[in-house]
């Protein structure tokens, strides 16, 4: 599973967050699990209030809010089939990471 590579939710939260974004490091292959982040469709709710901290991702040419704060440890067996991947929001990415982390 490759990391900033968009997943199907196959969890129990699955109909309020339909898709996962794996962050974790390609490096780290071996464990059961990957760090997550929940997307949720824009069209369901408002903006966020901290737009850095939980921007506004295009997936197939729809918005969902990555909902950084909610990121968790998710067992392999809840990501489903691969829907997008988001290399090319590296930055935007990783900047609401290090924005909940360190505060900048």
Do not use: C
């Amino acid at each position: 599973m490759r990391q900033f590579v968009v997943y199907a939710n196959l969890g129990s939260s699955r109909k309020l967050y339909p898709m996962l974004l794996n962050i974790q490091s390609d490096l780290i292959a071996e464990t059961e699990t990957r760090l997550a982040v929940p997307l949720f469709p824009l069209q369901r709710g408002r903006n966020p209030a901290i737009a850095k901290l939980s921007p506004v991702i295009a997936v197939n040419g729809a918005d969902y809010t990555l909902m950084m704060p909610l990121m968790a440890g998710v067992a392999t067996n809840q990501l489903g089939k691969a829907v997008a991947d988001l290399s090319h929001e590296r930055a935007t990415i990783l900047g609401a990471l290090d924005l909940l982390i360190s505060g900048i």
